[in-house]
């Protein structure tokens, strides 16, 4: 059995409701997220054995954090306590030419503020078998970068299989440090890494690299050179989103192996009712696709696109599917019937 554990801050998500932007809001719709917590949620959900790490505020707002987790079947045995607050970002929802906009307010969160030698990372991986992190992590304190790097050499040397989603969040990297300071030590661990070629090498501190991902043929090299950085890398993963407006976007992926290229096919999402959580969907469909199908690496990544894109239709962070729904939709049956 599959165990998979992630770690990563929660956040407080307020939105405007109705399309409304942040001055005509009156009021703010609730609820939780965060970019590997989603991940975890979506692999909750789709029936694998999921454990979240994170530190939250000992408040009532912590505990609503709590309840959502136990709620979402995410385990919640290895949170732990500490700092004032929970880190908060408003979401300003867009349509059609206007995109969204997010205001973090996360400064000295209860995450931001993590104290050395608080985890037990031995302990808490010793029966998992899969351990996700994410560059948003590392990028809101040196106390989150240093943990996360603590948590990855841990589940290394215990021969845990390592992904990451690079995430790069340019509001976040405030603490004097650029990802290319932090993140090649923790990159050179990792087994799986979802992110475009221009993301990775930016943060590994290397030259641009301009990727046609229309081209198929030069893909393979320009991969080959994210593989001899990175020695433990047996997979990357790319979606591919071609925005058409913020109520329409068009959805694909590649994956690359270090022997061959695949290709998922380009669907149309429109309208788009959320995008927000829609990458952290893709990496919890990767992440079920190559435990699930193992011999089959196209039909996990056809999986992971299909899983990107039914995100698109459903408001707030988390991508609240069945394995069935991505499945119809993997396999060319996006017509959204009902289901009678």
């Not at 979402?72 to 880190?87: A, E, P, Q």
């Not at 215990?158 to 989603?165: F, H, K, N, R, V």
């Not at 788009?272 to 690496?297: C, H, N, Q």
Request: glycine share 8%.
């Amino acid at each position: 059995m599959s165990k998979v554990i992630g770690f990563g801050e929660i956040m407080l998500r307020l939105s405007t409701e109705r399309h409304l932007r942040f001055t005509q809001a009156k009021a703010f719709a609730a609820s939780y997220g965060g970019g590997e917590f989603n991940v975890c949620v979506s692999l909750a959900n789709f029936g694998i054995d999921t454990s979240f790490v994170t530190r939250l505020p000992k408040n009532e707002i912590g505990a609503c954090v709590l309840k959502e987790m136990r709620k979402l079947n995410v385990n919640s045995s290895h949170v732990i306590y500490g700092g004032d607050r929970l880190g908060i970002y408003f979401l300003e929802t867009g349509a059609g030419t206007r995109g969204s906009n997010v205001v973090y307010d996360r400064a000295n969160s209860a995450m931001a503020n993590i104290e050395e030698n608080s985890l037990d990372w031995e302990e808490i991986l010793k029966d998992a078998t899969w351990f996700h992190w994410s560059g948003i992590t590392p990028a809101i304190s040196k106390n989150a970068a240093d943990e996360c790097l603590k948590a990855i050499e841990t589940a290394h040397n215990m021969g845990i299989t390592i992904s990451s989603d690079l995430n790069y969040r340019s509001k976040l990297w405030q603490y004097g440090k650029e990802p290319k300071e932090i993140m090649p030590e923790l990159l050179k661990y990792s087994n799986i890494i979802l992110g475009d070629l221009d993301t990775a090498f930016f943060m590994l501190g290397k030259p641009k690299q301009d990727p046609n991902y229309q081209d198929e043929k030069s893909l393979p090299a320009l991969y080959d050179k994210l593989f001899n950085q990175l020695p433990n890398l047996k997979t990357v993963a790319t979606t591919l989103r071609y925005t058409v407006s913020a109520s329409h976007q068009r959805i694909g992926g590649i994956l690359y192996d270090g022997k061959r290229l695949y290709n998922a096919a380009i669907k149309e999402v429109t309208p788009v009712v959320d995008r927000v959580g829609s990458g952290d969907a893709f990496m919890g469909g990767l992440i079920y696709g190559l435990l699930t199908y193992e011999k089959d690496t196209q039909k996990a990544l056809d999986f992971a696109v299909a899983a990107c894109c039914l995100k698109h239709t459903i408001s707030g962070d988390f991508n609240l599917v069945s394995i069935a729904e991505v499945e119809k939709m993997a396999s060319g049956d996006g017509s959204g019937k009902v289901s009678r």
